[in-house]
């Protein structure tokens, strides 16, 4: 069994930067898909960046392109640099687990997810 439990969010001005991390527990297999989702009131989860656990290929969404990082620390951590933040960035960050070697086709899809952690509160003020 996976768990997730994600740190580092709050508060912060535009254009300044926040570093979010993800602590995993359980067997995370090399072939694995870890991902950070977002989400805000009345909108549907989005996908925001995924890197293979071997800390391979990565994938973003256009939005972030360029301005998040997102990266394998160690065996343990999985975490998302975000600099330049914009007031839309504003959202709950999620981090999410595959057990599938997701490609650019599929790494943005809810449901090829089986593990969530709680979320953690990122808010840009203007």
């Keep these: 069994q996976v768990q997730l439990v994600e740190s580092g969010g709050g508060l912060v001005q535009a254009g300044g930067s926040l570093r979010l991390s993800c602590a995993t527990s359980g067997r995370i297999y090399t072939t694995y ?32 392109k360029g301005r998040f990082t997102i990266s394998r620390d160690n ?3 999985v975490s998302l640099q975000m600099n330049s933040l914009k007031p839309e960035d504003t959202a709950v960050y999620y981090c999410a687990t595959s057990s599938a070697g997701l490609d650019s086709t599929t790494w943005f899809g809810l449901s090829n997810y ?4 709680q979320g953690t509160q990122v808010t840009v003020s203007s």
């Design 75 to 77: 065996a343990k951590t």
């Design 33 to 64: 898909t870890l991902a950070w989702f977002r989400q805000t009131p009345g909108k549907e989860r989005e996908s925001v960046a995924a890197i293979r656990a071997n800390g391979g290929s990565t994938n973003y969404a256009d939005s972030v």
């Design 114 to 117: 089986e593990y969530w952690g």
